[in-house]
């Protein structure tokens, strides 16, 4: 299943001009303008507090009251809770839905805890989970959340014909999840879920499924009364459960929300309600956007431009500026694809060997800001993250080394080894990119064969496995379903990753297949170290050469408060913002 990037998000750092280092991430505000590296990034420890309680913590220096403007260009595809995957849409659905368990941003670490219903309760065989409810929690018209409409909601994201979007994994986990199409179309039974009572829900899954807690913080898992679910309709007035809920909506330009009256701080423990409204625009100029955000001229005082930072900006980071800068840690690794079924191990090390990280880091305009150089699979915001010595040639940094390269390709009687892939041919950017790779591949012995096609096709080209290329196959990135491994290594490397449409490497190989499954088997707790060695195996095999980590870096009026950066959604955290006046 492809997790989503936001496109304004993946495409940024491409359209960037500067070029600088790499520095650690903040979660907040942060005056530091580059000179560290990857190095410096806290290893991200597994965490949940099962215990938690409303109201959240408060945020020191915080005030209620006024409106927070939002500005982006691109415009999220819905807000349908069943339908919500992408980054931007997810940072936005935290006003307005609750779920079963949620993510509370501490000193910028996700930590799990109780939402609508406690962490769960695992049988023995790891087959069911109990979820007990919260009492008393209303949506916004006054009504009380039902048990059934939470396994309404559950049952409502297997309409995968409607809501084509959103996540899948219940349909690989949950039992029958590849039998059932969801309540329109099979009615409401359905085996993998029941409920018990007033207060229980019960998941009854096909395989074990440690991470189903983590899971159930995604929108899709937000109730939805049977009676009030007008299908494709529901996007433009959706029920909040959140501390905020819809005031006017006109789809693809402008969003503005309003108190929800009807949430209960002292029932949640990881949202707060400071402003009275939020007024989110969509459409606009990044660097237009940007600009007046950090000019703060009037109602731009007030106003988040959430695009990433763009490296024109950069010489106006400076000085009491520097504190409208938002940073925070990404959930994403981009990398180039080789495919192991065409490319034999001695041929993708030579390539490693070659790669011109750097001049492609400078044709590409990615900046420090809003990328660190890859040298893993997972990055640094998921939980059991380590940075292990980089695996030989693939460090994320240097400028290749072609004459040896050559050298090892002659040793592996492979000279002249043809390498393919496709590319954007109408994006200047991208051509400049593909030319610095295939000329320093072509000066290692390659026969490079780039393919250039039309932005309207690429998608596509990339998309297909069986195309008469071996490199740079989609996803070329990948983002955290949840901040654990369990979301990277069985998606992306298990033989069916190929059918899925979402590998990285293209590997069918059973015993790694089972040694994946023997730690996405494991509790939690159990399996989060476990997920770094693999990564450092997979790695090993050269199935990709990772380029860079994403990075939040947006900008912020001068009269909000501290912003978080929620690592789990690579988005600022709304849920904990502020005015200063």
């Not at 994006?427 to 490079?448: C, E, H, W």
């Not at 450092?536 to 980590?549: C, D, N, Q, R, S």
Request: hydrophobic share 35%; with cysteine; proline share 7%.
């Amino acid at each position: 299943m492809a997790r989503r990037f936001n496109v304004a998000i993946a495409a940024t750092a491409a359209l960037a001009l500067a070029v600088a280092g790499c520095s650690s991430p903040s979660s907040n505000n942060d005056s530091s303008n580059g000179g560290g590296s990857s190095d410096d990034i806290t290893t991200q420890v597994q965490s949940q507090d099962p215990a938690a309680k409303g109201p959240a913590k408060e945020i020191p220096g915080s005030r209620k009251g006024g409106t927070i403007n939002i500005v982006a260009q691109t415009t999220p595809n819905t807000l349908d809770p069943t339908d919500t995957y992408y980054q931007d849409s997810l940072a936005i659905a935290k006003l307005l839905f609750r779920t079963p368990t949620q993510f509370d941003i501490r000193d910028g670490k996700a930590v799990l805890v109780p939402d609508l219903t406690d962490l769960g309760t695992v049988s023995s065989n790891g087959l069911d989970w109990t979820f007990k409810m919260q009492p008393g929690i209303k949506y916004e018209d006054g009504t009380e959340v039902k048990v059934e409409d939470l396994a309404y909601a559950i049952k409502r994201s297997f309409a995968h014909d409607i809501y084509a979007n959103g996540p899948a994994y219940q349909m690989q986990y949950f039992k029958d999840g590849d039998k059932y199409k969801g309540p329109y179309k099979d009615g409401d039974t359905f085996a993998g879920v029941e409920t018990q009572g007033t207060d229980t829900l019960i998941i009854h899954l096909a395989k074990a499924f440690s991470a189903l807690p983590y899971y159930m913080t995604f929108p899709a898992f937000t109730p939805i009364p049977k009676a009030k679910d007008t299908k494709q309709d529901y996007k433009n007035k959706p029920l909040a459960t959140g501390p905020y809920k819809f005031k006017a909506y006109q789809p693809g330009t402008s969003l503005d929300l309003e108190k929800n009256t009807n949430w209960d701080p002292n029932t949640d423990a990881a949202r707060h309600q400071y402003p009275d409204a939020f007024a989110f625009k969509w459409g606009g100029d990044i660097v237009k956007n940007q600009q007046a955000v950090l000019n703060s001229n009037g109602a731009d005082a007030s106003t988040l431009a959430y695009d990433p930072l763009d490296a024109s900006l950069i010489p106006q980071i400076t000085g009491e500026k520097k504190s409208q800068l938002v940073t925070g840690e990404g959930t994403c690794t981009r990398a180039w694809q080789l495919d192991t079924r065409k490319i034999p191990l001695e041929v993708r090390k030579a390539i490693a060997k070659a790669w011109p990280y750097d001049a492609i880091w400078k044709a590409a305009g990615y900046n420090d800001y809003t990328a660190i150089p890859a040298s893993t699979v997972l990055p640094p915001s998921v939980q059991g993250y380590k940075k292990y010595t980089p695996i030989a040639d693939l460090t994320g940094t240097g400028a290749g080394d072609p004459e040896a390269a050559k050298k090892m390709l002659a040793d592996a009687g492979k000279s002249g080894f043809e390498l393919s892939y496709y590319f954007d041919n109408t994006k200047p950017i991208n051509q400049q990119t593909s030319q610095v790779r295939a000329d320093a591949l072509t000066k290692a012995g390659f026969v490079v064969k780039p393919i250039g096609v039309a932005t309207a096709d690429l998608r596509a080209k990339v998309g297909d496995y069986d195309a008469p290329v071996n490199m740079g196959q989609s996803p070329a990135g990948w983002c955290s379903d949840w901040p654990t491994g369990s979301s990277w290594l069985p998606v992306l490397f298990q033989t069916h990753s190929i059918a899925d449409g979402v590998s990285w490497g293209m590997l069918s190989d059973k015993a790694l297949d089972k040694e994946i499954d023997d730690v996405n088997n494991l509790p939690a707790e159990e399996s989060t170290d476990k997920w770094a060695a693999l990564d450092e195996k997979v790695l090993g095999m050269y199935v990709a050469i990772p380029t860079y980590y994403d990075k939040q870096a947006v900008l912020q009026g001068s009269n909000i408060g501290t912003t978080v950066g929620d690592p789990t959604a690579g988005m600022p955290l709304f849920t904990s913002m502020y005015l200063k006046s």
